[in-house]
């Protein structure tokens, strides 16, 4: 039964759905002091085909398991990415894995980022602080498709420079053609000539033909109901502006009703929703 009382899955489904397939850290990378990548081979090397916007449950042996976003590119299988902040006892744990370690891995799970609504038209990419992690499967696409879209513009706002998230490849994607990056942090520091402040402040500016776009947003809730409001008041149709919200996790498959916004379960119907969907539920405190 999921929380709304409707039988989703048979129990063999749910049993499969919760079982973790084992996995090994191939590679660990420190992008921060409190935030790591990690690259994830399965033991049984079958491939793990998963599509920009899913995330996966991982779990550390006797801590637990938690919701984590796959950040790498969608079209390479053999491998899973993922980008971490330690904020609490299973992410710490993930975060101090070493290469080699086993980890348990559900999924993918959840919907995807509605990609081929963006073809013929101009994407923007809406991230702020670790929310970059979750929209990068997204810029792998856009670049493989580089020519079947209009223009792809990335705005990243961050707390400070020494928080920017893939700073070189962020830099690095400033010189392809008919691709702009747009940068803000909250904080300046001593070396720091861009912008300061919101992601809100370089939305008009960066937008090219409003009408013409697609947005997609991750971030802190507060950044992506503000950047939601944004891009609609800019002329960016509601429907064309995607969010992918986050709730604690348990089950993610439709299970436990842990992760309930509203008349949404994130998992089963997210964590990718179009603006009109959840608008009104952002701004419902502790909803
Ligand atoms: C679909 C989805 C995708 C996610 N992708 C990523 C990702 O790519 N990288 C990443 O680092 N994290 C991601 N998260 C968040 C991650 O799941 C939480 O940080 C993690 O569950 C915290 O667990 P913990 O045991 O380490 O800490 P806890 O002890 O559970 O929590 C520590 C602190 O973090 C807060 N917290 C817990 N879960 C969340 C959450 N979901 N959102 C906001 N605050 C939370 C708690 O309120 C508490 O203050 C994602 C979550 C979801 C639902
Ligand atoms: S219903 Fe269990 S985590 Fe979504």
Redesign the pocket.
């Known amino acids: 039964m ?2 709304i009382g409707q039988l989703d899955r048979s129990p063999l489904q749910i049993d499969s759905g919760m079982l973790p397939r084992p996995f090994v850290v191939r590679s660990r990378r420190e992008e921060m002091s409190d935030c790591v990548t990690l690259e994830l081979a399965a033991l049984d090397g079958e491939p793990l085909a998963f599509e920009a916007g899913q995330f996966t449950m991982l779990y550390v042996h006797g801590v637990g398991e938690v ?1 984590i976003s796959i950040s790498g590119d969608p079209a390479v299988s053999d491998s899973l990415i993922h980008t971490i902040r330690a904020v609490g006892a299973v992410s710490q744990a993930l975060c101090g894995l070493s290469e080699g370690d086993r980890v348990g891995v559900r999924g993918p799970l959840g919907n995807s980022w509605p990609l081929e609504r963006a073809v013929g038209k101009h994407l923007m990419i809406v991230a702020g602080g670790l929310g970059l992690a979750p929209v990068r499967p997204i810029i792998y696409w856009a670049l493989a498709n580089r020519d079947r879209l209009k223009s792809i513009d990335i705005v990243y706002g961050t707390r400070a420079p020494d928080q920017i998230l893939f700073a070189p490849q962020l830099l690095g994607l400033s010189t392809t053609d008919g691709l702009r990056v747009g940068m803000t942090v909250d904080l300046a520091d001593q070396d720091w000539r861009g912008q300061v402040g919101v992601v809100t402040d370089l939305i008009p500016s960066m937008l090219r033909e409003p009408a013409e776009t697609v947005a997609m947003v991750c971030g802190p809730e507060i950044m992506m109901r503000f950047t939601g409001q944004a891009l609609a008041a800019a002329g960016v149709p509601a429907e064309e502006i995607f969010l992918s919200m986050e ?14 916004l509203g008349p949404h ?4 119907d997210g964590p990718v929703f179009p603006y009109p969907a959840v608008r009104d539920l952002m701004s419902v405190w502790e909803l």
């Open positions: 999921n929380a919701a709730r604690n996790m348990k089950c993610g498959i439709g299970w436990c009703g842990h992760c309930q379960l994130i998992c089963r």
